[in-house]
């Protein structure tokens, strides 16, 4: 894996094609508005979540997707997961609030080919973008500094917890269907809504749910609830 940090790709302009997955309409259209000025992009339909982000990459097919990690029905790991799974040739981009090393190394093993925050500048989004679109990987500084060397006595969940690396192991061992159910019942769904939403009988949702509880070692909504706020995967509402 590379680490790079382009200033422009060179050699024939070609017209990138991008998606926005963002739960915050406000940070969308920001977005849209800034790279609509770049005359080599293409700015797709966005996405107000993972889902939908899944959904669309599948039927639009862009060279890259700006992927929010933090997103209701289906976080931005998991949509990057499910995008990479369906279509390899597609590029995901982080861009996230979270510096945590958990969230780098998390979109990364899932095949995100770069990570930015929110707070970088306009260009580096740009200059990232471009380098995606011709398969390299593009982290931003503060982000590298997290992967290449790490953090001295980091727990990983971004609090200050010190059970942080044992919550990361729990959540390691849920299959991808798991930390689905794991983020639509923290989003305040039903098993008989969970199950229609992902066309599962609701005897396996809640089978799935069980195993959740059991691994997590956790075991009433609340406490699943506060552990997928805590740990990124879905935000206060």
Do not use: W
């Not at 991008?18 to 259209?29: F, N």
């Not at 889902?51 to 060279?63: F, K």
């Not at 690396?165 to 969970?194: C, F, M, W």
């Amino acid at each position: 894996m590379t680490y790079s940090n382009p200033t422009a790709t060179a050699g024939n302009v070609r017209t990138i094609r991008v998606l926005l997955a963002d739960d915050h309409r406000l940070m969308r259209e920001g977005l849209r508005q800034m790279l609509e000025r770049e005359t080599d992009f293409e700015v797709l339909p966005d996405a107000p979540e993972g889902r939908t982000a899944v959904h669309l990459a599948a039927e639009l097919r862009p060279d890259v997707v700006v992927m929010d990690i933090t997103m209701p029905d289906l976080n931005g790991i998991e949509a990057t997961r499910q995008i990479k799974a369906s279509n390899p040739a597609i590029r995901v981009l982080a861009l996230s609030m979270h510096a945590d090393r958990q969230f780098v190394t998390e979109m990364l093993a899932v095949g995100a080919s770069g990570y930015l925050l929110k707070d970088c500048p306009a260009h580096e989004l740009v200059t990232a973008i471009r380098a995606a679109a011709v398969g390299e990987t593009y982290l931003s500084s503060k982000v590298a500094g997290l992967v290449l060397m790490g953090i001295p006595g980091s727990n990983g969940n971004g609090n200050g917890n010190g059970d942080g690396n044992g919550a990361r192991r729990h959540y390691g061992a849920l299959t991808p269907r798991e930390r689905e159910i794991l983020q639509l019942v923290a989003d305040g769904g039903s098993s008989k809504e969970i199950a229609f939403r992902l066309g599962l009988s609701v005897k396996t949702v809640d089978t799935h749910r069980r195993q959740v509880m059991e691994k997590l070692q956790l075991y009433s909504v609340a406490e699943l609830t506060h552990y997928a706020i805590r740990e990124g995967l879905t935000a206060l509402h």
